[in-house]
C-alpha cells in the first residue's frame, strides 16, 4: 500500500526559501516517477515539478523554472523540493503524487499524499 506523507510546509515571508519533503515508510520511490502539484485556493491543480523513475529527469513549470528544484535522495527513499525566492503567488497546499511511467503534468497519478500548506506572506 503507497501511503505518500509530505512534509516541511509553513509560513515563509517574500524572496524566503522553503523544502518540502515526499516519502513512504515502506514503498521504494526509486523507480517510479513522483511529481509535486499545489492547488491555490479558488484555482485548479498544477504540476510544479517532476523527477523520473530510474533516470531522475526533471520537469518544471516556466512559473517555478530556476527557482524550485526537485531532487531524489535513495538511500532516504524521499523526493524533495527546495523552493527558492519564494512569491505570494506560490501561496498553495502542495501534493506529491506517484506514477509507473513518465512525468507528466495531468492528472494521471496513481496516489496522492495529503499535502502541505505554504503560505509566503509578510
Known amino acids: 500500500q503507497v501511503q505518500l506523507v509530505e512534509s516541511g510546509g509553513g509560513l515563509v515571508q517574500p524572496r524566503g526559501s522553503l523544502t518540502l519533503s515526499c516519502t513512504d515508510s515502506?514503498?521504494?520511490?526509486?523507480?517510479?516517477?513522483i511529481a509535486w502539484f499545489r492547488q491555490a485556493p479558488g484555482k485548479e491543480y498544477e504540476g510544479v515539478s517532476c523527477?523520473?523513475?530510474?533516470?531522475?529527469?526533471?520537469y518544471y513549470a516556466n512559473s517555478v523554472q530556476d527557482r524550485f528544484t526537485v531532487s531524489r535522495d535513495s538511500a532516504k527513499n524521499t523526493v524533495y523540493l527546495q523552493m527558492k525566492n519564494l512569491e505570494p503567488e506560490d501561496t498553495a497546499v502542495y501534493y506529491c503524487?506517484?506514477?509507473?511511467?513518465?512525468?507528466?503534468?495531468?492528472?494521471?497519478?496513481?496516489?496522492w499524499g495529503q499535502g502541505t500548506q505554504v503560505t509566503v506572506s509578510s
Open positions: 515502506e514503498f521504494s520511490l526509486d523507480h517510479y516517477s
Open positions: 503524487a506517484i506514477r509507473w511511467g513518465d512525468c507528466t503534468f495531468e492528472y494521471e497519478y496513481d496516489y
Open positions: 523527477i523520473s523513475g530510474g533516470d531522475s529527469i526533471t
